[in-house]
């Protein structure tokens, strides 16, 4: 059974900073990785994924993935106070039946002003 | 913008009782699931549902069951509800990677 985990579990960072969150999964086969936002009362909503080793750059999201090493990293530039949420690490494998994603439990992020 | 639709948002009821939460997507998208997410804030998939295809996570009680008119629709009900049954049940659709979730229905049991 694929594993997810997160690191740190709470982060406070202030406004500007450079934000880095951490997650490891436990089957290198896993198809991608997706990143999750979940503010309080809502329901995650995708914001990045990764299939390939190496970087990927979205707007203020870097994602990068080390397969060998069973780790992919979320970078966060110039953090906002919106950006305080929970951020949930996927796995995804593709079946024919749907796709089955495994979520690691999140770090919670607050960023002051 | 909300393309994922749960009633109710949240619902309280005694051990023992039957409830069921509905689930509606807009997205044209053919598969749907279920999640629960506990106090910890760990999600974990209960059923997807792929035309008229159902997968269920073996660790998912009996008691729960999912219930589909149509692609767009996917209900969840729980027979005979128990303590832990307590926790935040979202809804999601796909097409691809990408999963689209619902609000969510947070179901207090007493």
């Known amino acids: 059974q694929e594993k997810v985990q997160q690191s740190p579990e709470s982060l406070i960072v202030p406004e500007g900073a450079m934000v880095s969150l951490n997650c490891s999964f436990s089957?290198?086969?896993?198809?991608s990785i997706w990143w999750y936002q979940q503010h309080p009362g809502k329901g995650p909503k995708a914001l990045i994924?990764?299939?390939?080793?190496g970087n990927k750059k979205e707007g203020r999201l870097t994602v990068y993935l080390n397969r060998a090493s069973l780790h992919v990293y979320l970078h966060i530039k110039d953090s906002q106070p919106s950006d305080s949420a929970v951020y949930l690490c996927?796995?995804?494998?593709?079946?024919?039946?749907?796709?089955?994603?495994?979520f690691g439990i999140g770090t919670l992020l607050s960023v002051k002003p | 913008e909300t393309a994922v639709f749960q009633t109710p948002n949240y619902h309280v009821t005694q051990v023992g009782n039957e409830v069921s939460f509905n689930c509606k997507q807009t997205?044209?998208?053919?598969?749907m699931y279920w999640y629960k997410q506990d106090s910890k804030k760990l999600l974990k998939i209960m059923f997807s549902?792929?035309?008229?295809?159902?997968?269920v996570n073996e660790t998912v009680p009996r008691r729960f069951s999912p219930q589909s008119s149509d692609k767009a629709h996917l209900n969840l009900r729980i027979k005979s509800v128990e303590p832990e049954d307590s926790a935040v049940y979202l809804c999601?659709?796909?097409?691809?990677?990408?999963?689209?979730f619902g609000p969510g229905t947070r179901l207090t049991v007493l």
């Open positions: 999601a659709s796909s097409w691809g990677g990408e999963q689209y």
């Open positions: 089957d290198s086969a896993s198809q």
């Open positions: 994924s990764i299939f390939s080793n």
């Open positions: 996927a796995v995804i494998n593709y079946g024919s039946s749907g796709n089955k994603l495994i």
């Open positions: 997205l044209g998208h053919d598969t």
């Open positions: 549902y792929n035309n008229k295809q159902l997968i």
